[in-house]
């Protein structure tokens, strides 16, 4: 489905807290909405970011079947830790792996890799939760004149894969999936404009997905109901995303590093 709302059980007790709003893809929300739900609050999932298998397969095969070439792969996204190990039978026991967020470190523990079995990078702040936080944990001279591996969407930034290169290390990028934004359609438009006549909490993962609702309301109401839309709270874990944010106009945005438990700390629950 696309964009749409997802009708979720009423939450446990009564509230007159403001329904919190999730945009990640519809694949990763359902967990994060049952949480709220169990804590009182009524989840809206409504996807931003369509999350879609690519065309061909082919290349991102032929190069995991190469892993032992690798002297660090390093996952982009949740997404592509998913749709990388639909084509990996096991994953090499000395082979490390680079993140950006908890949401990848949740991934891999579904694949069976934790910190007791695989060395695992991350940024150190959790409010940096991004390429230059990952730069940051890595050790460069020691990839330097190795090769790294990245798996990403069809398309991202260049600036973690062109930090590597200036560093002198090796670096060969593969698509895992492909990323849409939602269709305006009659039943979107329609869902759209009820969150924006009402005031909700919204928890926004990606900056991409935060230019899709904007790009969705200016669609819809125009410069009027932009004005609207930056009036409303937003949550978001990392700090570009937080940026991006102000860049485009919010005003009430809160920062609450990565991870669900901290969005989920950032909001505000019935006792």
Do not use: C
């Amino acid at each position: 489905m696309q964009g749409g709302l997802v009708p979720l059980a009423p939450p446990a007790g009564n509230s007159a807290l403001r329904p919190v709003i999730i945009t990640r893809p519809l694949q990763q929300a359902s967990a994060l909405a049952r949480q709220i739900a169990a804590r009182g609050r009524q989840p809206v999932v409504f996807p931003l970011l369509e999350i879609l298998p690519l065309n061909d397969n082919a290349p991102l095969q032929a190069v995991l079947g190469e892993l032992a070439d690798f002297a660090l792969v390093v996952f982009v996204s949740p997404n592509a830790i998913d749709a990388a190990f639909r084509h990996i039978a096991g994953w090499p026991r000395q082979l490390p792996i680079g993140i950006v967020g908890e949401g990848s470190r949740a991934a891999l523990a579904r694949h069976g890799l934790t910190a007791h079995n695989t060395t695992i990078f991350s940024p150190p702040d959790p409010a940096r939760t991004d390429s230059e936080g990952l730069l940051q944990a890595l050790d460069l001279d020691s990839l330097r004149g190795r090769q790294v591996l990245l798996v990403r969407g069809e398309s991202g930034r260049e600036f973690f894969a062109d930090s590597l290169l200036a560093a002198g290390i090796k670096v060969q990028a593969v698509a895992a999936y492909r990323r849409q934004a939602p269709v305006l359609d009659a039943s979107l438009r329609t869902r759209l404009q009820f969150l924006l006549d009402t005031e909700n909490d919204w928890i926004l993962t990606s900056s991409e997905a935060l230019r899709h609702l904007v790009d969705l309301v200016q669609a819809l109401a125009g410069g009027a109901g932009v004005a609207k839309i930056q009036q409303q709270k937003l949550l978001v874990p990392h700090a570009r995303i937080a940026e991006t944010a102000h860049t485009l106009g919010f005003t009430d945005v809160t920062l609450t590093g990565s991870g669900d438990e901290r969005l989920l700390d950032a909001l505000q629950f019935p006792l």
